[in-house]
T-cell receptor
Framework: AQSVTQLGSHVSVSEGALVLLRCNYS??????LFWYVQYPNQGLQLLLK??????LVKGINGFEAEFKKSETSFHLTKPSAHMSDAAEYFCAVSESSNDYKLSFGAGTTVTVRA | DADVTQTPRNRITKTGKRIMLECSQTKGHDRMYWYRQDPGLGLRLIYYSFDVKDINKGEISDGYSVSRQAQAKFSLSLESAIPNQTALYFCATSDFWNTEAFFGQGTRLTVV
């Protein structure tokens, strides 16, 4: 069984400040990990994913995440927030490399203050 | 045109009514999924299909059924809608190589 916990349902940051969104997972097998972003009234867009290999993963829009097996974490960061980063972010896990049967976290809404 | 199209985008229906949500894709993907999004719960998998003859239940399939009419079309039905099925529903597709899953824009369903 797999599950995802996102710490903090809302995060508020100042423009130019660090964005840090926390994600912890549980999985009975080596996980495949994902971060998605959802803008208002839109579907989900993949930010980045970890499958195998390098544990620091770079994604779109300046985001990156690091897979830490010992901490069962996959936290998402961006060094400098932009107003356009205001959205809802979801961490997800899959136990299979063959499909997108994903288990999602509850989501974190990011607001960016000018 | 969107790669994954969901219709309708918004729907209000009454308790007990049958309703169908449709999804079509132009990606040529063989794998399709239906997810449900509720505030504070994230997305949960309802059903998935790896090809036209393959249908599988997901985490929360009770009260739902699906039909894979063609490789490009995957419909979700609520046989007798109830208020706690009020949610945002997403269709998604992926290919065998699973490079990325593509999500539709969602259908907001309200059951009154």
């Amino acid at each position: 069984a797999q599950s995802v916990t996102q710490l903090g349902s809302h995060v508020s940051v100042s423009e130019g400040a660090l964005v840090l969104l926390r994600c912890n997972y549980s999985s009975s097998v080596p996980p495949y990990l994902f971060w998605y972003v959802q803008y208002p009234n839109q579907g989900l867009q993949l930010l980045l994913k970890y499958t195998t290999g390098a544990t620091l993963v770079k994604g779109i829009n300046g985001f990156e995440a690091e897979f830490k097996k010992s901490e069962t974490s996959f936290h998402l960061t961006k060094p400098s927030a932009h107003m356009s980063d205001a959205a809802e972010y979801f961490c997800a896990v899959s136990e299979s490399s063959n499909d997108y049967k994903l288990s999602f976290g509850a989501g974190t809404t990011v607001t960016v203050r000018a | 045109d969107a790669d994954v199209t969901q219709t309708p985008r918004n729907r209000i229906t009454k308790t007990g009514k049958r309703i169908m949500l449709e999804c079509s894709q132009t990606k040529g993907h063989d794998r399709m999924y239906w997810y449900r999004q509720d505030p504070g719960l994230g997305l949960r998998l309802i059903y998935y299909s790896f090809d036209v003859k393959d249908i599988n239940k997901g985490e929360i399939s009770d009260g739902y059924s699906v039909s894979r009419q063609a490789q490009a079309k995957f419909s979700l039905s609520l046989e007798s809608a109830i208020p706690n099925q009020t949610a945002l529903y997403f269709c998604a597709t992926s290919d065998f190589w699973n490079t990325e899953a593509f999500f539709g824009q969602g259908t907001r369903l309200t059951v009154v």
